[in-house]
């Protein structure tokens, strides 16, 4: 079993940046990949990113490419979100899973609750 601890989401202007970070318990964190999807109201959950096991792969959503940049600490047990050049649109409840490395939500077994990430001047 896993457990997710999403923190650091808060509100920040138009370009400014946030780190969230992910802490995980539960001694099978390091084998498995870690994404960060987002849900804005109204909207379908949307896959960020994702990294995987070992770190030698990453993936990014189109609209973030560039701008954010997933990593994680097997050793701290821990995921990590650094996110840049924020855009309003890119305001959403922000979750990290645990899973298979994909960009599809259903291969997530492991769910955090969210934190509230609000872009606006």
């Known amino acids: 079993q896993v457990q997710l601890v999403e923190s650091g989401g808060g509100l920040v202007r138009p370009g400014g940046s946030l780190r969230l970070s992910c802490a995980a318990s539960?001694?099978?964190?390091?084998?498995?990949?870690v994404a960060w999807f987002r849900q804005a109201p109204e909207k379908e959950r949307e896959f960020v990113a994702a990294?995987?096991?070992?770190?030698?792969?990453?993936y990014y959503s189109d609209s973030v490419k560039g701008r954010f940049t997933i990593s994680r600490d097997n050793v701290r047990n821990a995921g990590y979100l650094q996110m840049s050049a924020l855009k309003p649109e890119d305001t959403a409840l922000y979750f990290c899973?645990?899973?298979?490395?994909?960009?599809?939500?259903?291969?997530?077994?492991?769910w955090g609750q969210g934190t509230q990430v609000t872009v606006s001047a």
């Open positions: 899973a645990a899973g298979m490395f994909t960009r599809r939500p259903q291969y997530y077994h492991y």
């Open positions: 539960g001694s099978t964190f390091s084998t498995y990949a």
């Open positions: 990294i995987n096991y070992n770190s030698d792969y990453t």
